[in-house]
Protein backbone atom coordinates (compact mmCIF):
# COMPACT_ATOMS: atom_id res chain seq x y z
CA UNK A 1 0.00 0.00 0.00
CA UNK A 2 1.30 3.55 -1.08
CA UNK A 3 2.28 6.27 1.69
CA UNK A 4 2.15 9.81 1.78
CA UNK A 5 3.30 12.87 3.55
CA UNK A 6 2.42 16.13 3.15
CA UNK A 7 4.70 18.69 3.63
CA UNK A 8 5.57 23.02 2.96
CA UNK A 9 2.16 24.24 3.76
CA UNK A 10 2.30 27.26 6.43
CA UNK A 11 1.11 30.69 5.95
CA UNK A 12 1.40 33.73 3.37
CA UNK A 13 0.25 36.77 2.40
CA UNK A 14 -1.74 36.81 -0.95
CA UNK A 15 0.50 37.56 -3.84
CA UNK A 16 3.22 35.17 -2.18
CA UNK A 17 4.14 31.94 -3.20
CA UNK A 18 4.40 28.21 -1.46
CA UNK A 19 5.44 24.94 -2.82
CA UNK A 20 4.16 21.88 -1.54
CA UNK A 21 6.14 18.98 -1.23
CA UNK A 22 4.50 14.83 -0.92
CA UNK A 23 7.00 11.85 0.39
CA UNK A 24 5.44 8.48 -1.53
CA UNK A 25 6.59 5.76 -0.40
CA UNK A 26 5.88 1.71 0.17
CA UNK A 27 4.21 -0.25 -2.41
CA UNK A 28 3.78 1.58 -5.75
CA UNK A 29 3.73 -1.05 -8.36
CA UNK A 30 -0.25 -0.56 -8.98
CA UNK A 31 0.22 3.50 -8.27
CA UNK A 32 -0.73 5.24 -11.84
CA UNK A 33 -1.08 8.69 -10.87
CA UNK A 34 -0.45 11.15 -7.61
CA UNK A 35 -2.28 14.24 -7.27
CA UNK A 36 -3.58 17.34 -5.12
CA UNK A 37 -7.23 17.77 -4.00
CA UNK A 38 -7.99 20.51 -1.61
CA UNK A 39 -10.61 21.12 1.25
CA UNK A 40 -11.96 24.66 1.91
CA UNK A 41 -13.98 25.70 4.76
CA UNK A 42 -17.21 24.91 4.35
CA UNK A 43 -16.52 23.35 1.16
CA UNK A 44 -16.32 19.35 0.06
CA UNK A 45 -12.78 18.25 -1.80
CA UNK A 46 -11.73 19.78 -4.94
CA UNK A 47 -9.32 18.62 -7.33
CA UNK A 48 -6.31 20.58 -8.17
CA UNK A 49 -3.78 19.06 -10.08
CA UNK A 50 -2.94 15.27 -11.25
CA UNK A 51 0.22 13.67 -12.83
CA UNK A 52 0.74 10.16 -14.32
CA UNK A 53 3.29 8.13 -12.83
CA UNK A 54 4.96 7.72 -16.63
CA UNK A 55 4.61 9.45 -20.02
CA UNK A 56 4.15 12.98 -18.41
CA UNK A 57 0.66 13.86 -18.95
CA UNK A 58 -1.07 16.35 -16.43
CA UNK A 59 -4.14 17.63 -15.92
CA UNK A 60 -4.96 21.18 -13.70
CA UNK A 61 -8.38 22.81 -12.62
CA UNK A 62 -8.60 24.76 -15.24
CA UNK A 63 -9.42 27.57 -12.43
CA UNK A 64 -5.92 27.05 -11.03
CA UNK A 65 -3.73 26.66 -14.13
CA UNK A 66 -2.62 29.82 -14.49
CA UNK A 67 -0.99 29.46 -10.87
CA UNK A 68 -0.70 26.15 -9.62
CA UNK A 69 2.01 23.82 -11.55
CA UNK A 70 1.88 20.05 -10.49
CA UNK A 71 5.59 17.98 -11.50
CA UNK A 72 7.17 14.81 -9.74
CA UNK A 73 10.23 13.27 -9.67
CA UNK A 74 10.36 10.03 -10.24
CA UNK A 75 14.04 9.52 -8.86
CA UNK A 76 13.41 10.70 -5.41
CA UNK A 77 9.80 9.82 -5.33
CA UNK A 78 8.00 13.22 -4.67
CA UNK A 79 5.41 15.18 -5.85
CA UNK A 80 5.29 18.76 -5.98
CA UNK A 81 2.47 21.48 -6.03
CA UNK A 82 4.00 25.15 -6.86
CA UNK A 83 1.34 27.97 -5.97
CA UNK A 84 1.96 30.99 -7.13
CA UNK A 85 0.25 34.22 -6.60
CA UNK A 86 -1.71 32.63 -3.78
CA UNK A 87 -5.23 33.97 -2.82
CA UNK A 88 -7.28 34.07 0.27
CA UNK A 89 -9.85 31.91 -1.72
CA UNK A 90 -6.68 29.50 -1.64
CA UNK A 91 -6.56 28.92 1.88
CA UNK A 92 -7.41 24.98 2.39
CA UNK A 93 -6.30 22.01 3.91
CA UNK A 94 -4.30 20.25 0.88
CA UNK A 95 -4.09 16.19 0.44
CA UNK A 96 -2.02 14.62 -1.97
CA UNK A 97 -3.56 11.60 -3.27
CA UNK A 98 -2.35 7.95 -4.79
CA UNK A 99 -4.55 6.29 -7.88
CA UNK A 100 -4.67 3.05 -9.62
CA UNK A 101 -5.24 2.58 -13.42
CA UNK A 102 -9.12 2.68 -12.70
CA UNK A 103 -9.11 6.16 -11.97
CA UNK A 104 -9.48 9.54 -13.92
CA UNK A 105 -6.68 11.72 -13.70
CA UNK A 106 -9.06 14.88 -13.39
CA UNK A 107 -10.79 13.42 -10.10
CA UNK A 108 -7.69 13.05 -7.57
CA UNK A 109 -10.06 14.26 -4.97
CA UNK A 110 -12.25 10.83 -5.04
CA UNK A 111 -9.07 8.48 -5.35
CA UNK A 112 -8.33 5.75 -2.92
CA UNK A 113 -5.29 7.09 -1.08
CA UNK A 114 -4.64 10.33 0.85
CA UNK A 115 -2.27 11.96 2.96
CA UNK A 116 -2.62 13.70 6.29
CA UNK A 117 -2.92 16.91 4.78
CA UNK A 118 -0.93 20.24 5.40
CA UNK A 119 -2.55 23.83 5.65
CA UNK A 120 -1.95 26.39 3.24
CA UNK A 121 -3.30 30.03 5.01
CA UNK A 122 -3.13 33.22 2.90
CA UNK A 123 -4.13 36.52 4.23
CA UNK A 124 -5.08 39.87 2.48
Do not use: I
Amino acid sequence: QVQLVESGGGSVQAGGSLRLSCKVSGSMWNTFALGWFRVRSGNGREPVAGTVRRGGTTFHNPSLRDRFSVSLDTAKNMLYLQMDNLKPEDTAMYYCAAGNGDVKLTEPHLWPSAGPGTQVTVSS
